[in-house]
């Protein structure tokens, strides 16, 4: 049965209110309110606060926000308070219920901003054949829903839902006028949080593909701390073998060259590339120091203040040349793989054939097949083709995993 909607005065029969007269019951958002719904923007503990308070003004058990697709249709509680917020309670209604749920698919016809209560919109006929309310709505403690649409973007919307139990009166033209006046926060908070959250998507995401970067990288500050390290960079600092970083994350290294091209950075120079000695017979490491694009945004400095972009190769860290990579990048047989990759990581082809009881000829036929599957005419060409696609395509595992 569809739902028999009723449009009192104030709503006509597209589903948008006009009401413009100004705020009068329950008075304007607190800024208690106000203060928790911003706080909503970076802290989902922040959202939560705010729909209990706003579950509070108008004297109701519980609010939530609900994500509602219209194509679908299909609602979910995305963020709520009170008894709503009970994990059991949620879960029936997004799993079993939200289906059968009229509300969101009314507040939804609502312009953005408007408010309304499912008393207003809904005849009590309709309600009194309604399973949602009769079966879940009224057991779980609740009498009636005040409504609004937040905001609504390809047919997806995102709706407010403040809860009423049956100790209190029907919802007011008062109250609705009083929650259209909040709405343009909550609209805009959310707008905000949407915001953030893919902004923090993509910092994760760059975060990540840094980590898994063979070459360490340090991003230090205007003054010396670090913005991010990278877990090559970190491994490498932990040797404490010509490069280290100190608590604050500042970076340190035995090479005095380095340091100046550092501080030259900072003053505004270019930056260069210096080679740091260490221990015993290790290879030194290879270091570049630049100015960071963008370095004032980032770091939140001053412009005549430049963050610093400290990248570190080590010349004995090597990918390993798994057979299965090599095989992949270059569609080579698997037994053919595995020789690239023995000879790719210093074995001799005498001592891979003696090891794998193969002839030499064996070896110089799995040569011609990568030859030809590469376009290549020599193995110290294709061997430096292996090493690039390994450099660019082996990820790095952090340490944890």
Partial sequence: MRAALRFPQGVGKSGYFCYLAPMTANGPPSDALLTALYDGIVDAGGLERALGLLAEQFHCPSAALISFDAAAPEADVVSSAGMF???????????????LDPAPRAFAAL????????????????LGSCAFFHEFFRPSGFEECLGANLSSRKGHFALLGVQRGADRRAFKRSEIQTLEGIT?????ALQLRRTFVRLGVKVDALVETIDRLAAGIIVLGSEGGEIHVNSAAREIAARNDGLWLDRTGALHAAERALVRI??????????????VPRREEARPYAVLAAPLPAGAALAGADRGAPSLLVVI???DA???A????????FSLPDATARLIA??????????????????????KFHLKTAFAKTGLRSQARLLQAVARALADLSARRRADE
């Avoid at 343009?184 to 805009?188: A, I, Q, T, Y």
């Avoid at 550092?262 to 080679?275: E, M, Q, T, Y």
């Fill in 342 to 363: 023995a000879l790719a990581e210093g074995v001799e082809a005498k001592s891979y054939a003696e090891q794998q009881g193969i002839t030499m000829d064996a070896v």
């Fill in 184 to 188: 343009p926060h909550l609209g805009r």
């Fill in 262 to 275: 550092c501080a030259d950075v900072r003053a505004g120079g270019a930056g260069g590339i210096v080679c």
């Fill in 318 to 320: 090597r990918s390993a």
């Fill in 313 to 315: 190769h080590d010349p």
């Fill in 111 to 126: 312009s953005f901003g408007s408010a309304a209560s499912a008393g207003m919109l809904f005849d009590a006929e309709y």
């Fill in 322 to 329: 798994a057979p299965e990579s090599i095989a992949a990048i």
């Fill in 85 to 99: 917020a009970e994990p059991a309670l949620q879960r029936a209604y997004n799993e079993e219920w939200a289906p």
